[in-house]
């Protein structure tokens, strides 16, 4: 037996409800940001310090060939080595 069709809906069409935007814009939670004492020293840094990281970090990446690897420990192996230097001096 076959099934009996509907009738149509009318023209109109659905209207649907948005939710409310938060008062802080997108609706994103951010956390604050915590900072461990072993990364304290960064935010203290100046630009300088930052782009010789930066470039000695570079510098791993070439010496390994362009390949592998990853870039955060690139990033704390410079950091070491580069405050490090300034620590000695």
Not at 33 to 41: D, I, M, N, Q, V
Request: aromatic share 4%; hydrophobic share 20%; net charge positive.
């Amino acid at each position: 037996m076959p099934k009996a069709t509907r009738a149509k809906e009318s023209t109109t069409g659905k209207t649907r409800s948005r939710k409310a935007k938060p008062e802080n814009g997108n609706g994103a939670q951010v956390e604050p940001a915590t900072t461990s004492p072993e990364f304290a020293h960064e935010s203290q840094s100046s630009p300088g310090l930052n782009e010789k990281i930066r470039m000695r970090a570079y510098h791993l990446y070439l010496q390994r060939g362009r390949r592998g690897g990853s870039p955060e420990q690139d990033w704390l192996q410079a950091q070491k080595e580069i405050c490090g230097e300034q620590q000695s001096a």
